[in-house]
């Protein structure tokens, strides 16, 4: 098995294209006891499209929590397990648990809640 920082890298959105690897990269990520965000979005979504440099910007900046990019047409079943109704939807995990939820390309919402949580997990 991968060490958790060749699965996680830090500074990065990470991608999963299929459930096994969704499945061995958030096991991960939850092992590492930091916050995770997930992007749920999709191809087609013109927000999702303007929201994603910025998802990137914010994991270039918070090296402490690990962002993920789920496409939901990808990951149909994925999305399906989160209840992500629209895109681009943003979730909020802690210790395995979904602390918060972003509906929508609001970026200082998107941000509120990141750094909300970030400090939290870090005090």
Sequence with gaps: MAATSELIPAGEVIACHTVEEWNEKLKAATDSNKLIVIDFTAVWCPPCRFIAPVFVEFAKKHLNVVFFKV?????????KDFEVEAMPTF?????????????????????????????????
Excluded at 97 to 123: C, F, N, T
């Design 71 to 79: 496409d939901v047409d990808e990951l149909a079943t994925v999305a």
């Design 91 to 123: 979730i909020y995990m802690k210790g395995g648990v979904q602390v918060d939820k972003v509906v929508g390309a609001s970026k200082p919402e998107i941000e509120a809640k990141l750094l909300q949580h970030s400090q939290v997990a870090s005090a």
